[in-house]
């Protein structure tokens, strides 16, 4: 599985939505460098709430970009940075993908996807009946998430618009996603 890097983006302050940036550079183990939801431990908010010790399991949000070609579709506009992600993909299908996944993204950076994100309420605060779309169930009545993934850093490095994104699967019997 492959694809390229449309967009990235970063914000040193809290916002539902984070600005689009020529480059990023990922930190091993901590995130996007000056990005708020940088961290050995958890820095999302709801998350710190709970329990500021837990391991931050959300360093780096991944969303694809054929997300927003659907989305649009439906009557909304949404752009790359739009719903906090920092990197946006086109042309390999993120959710798809098994927990433990290595994604390679250029050439030198490495992240692990640890799970799907959770959309909350923001989202309508964004553009109104937006989670809807986000969020929905399948024909099994199963919730179906499609915000997006999240990951760590395994290697750390510069990520650009237009970079390769390469998926390197874990070994078998592979754990589907679940929210983090």
């Not at 040193?12 to 996007?32: E, I, M």
């Not at 837990?54 to 780096?60: E, H, I």
């Not at 250029?106 to 799970?115: A, F, I, K, L, Q």
């Amino acid at each position: 599985m492959s694809g390229t890097v449309t967009a990235v983006s970063s914000n040193d302050a809290y916002s539902f939505t984070k600005p689009n940036r020529d480059r990023v550079t990922l930190l091993t183990g901590l995130g996007v460098e000056g990005d708020v939801h940088a961290g050995v431990t958890v820095k999302h908010r709801s998350r710190v709430a709970q329990d500021p010790t837990q391991p931050n399991l959300r360093q780096v949000h991944l969303i694809q970009e054929e997300l927003f070609d659907e989305l649009r579709e439906a009557g909304f506009e949404v752009a790359p940075g739009d719903l906090g992600e920092n990197v946006t993909t086109r042309g390999i299908d993120l959710l798809a993908l098994p927990v433990g996944t290595r994604l390679h993204l250029g050439h030198e950076v490495v992240v692990e996807v640890t799970g799907l994100r959770n959309p909350c309420l923001q989202i309508d605060h964004f553009q109104g009946g937006l989670l809807k779309q986000v969020v929905g169930r399948d024909e099994a009545g199963a919730v179906v998430r499609k915000a997006g993934i999240m990951s760590v850093v395994a290697v750390g490095g510069v990520v650009r618009p237009g970079d390769p994104v390469k998926a390197e699967l874990p070994a078998q019997p592979h754990r589907p996603l679940e929210r983090v």
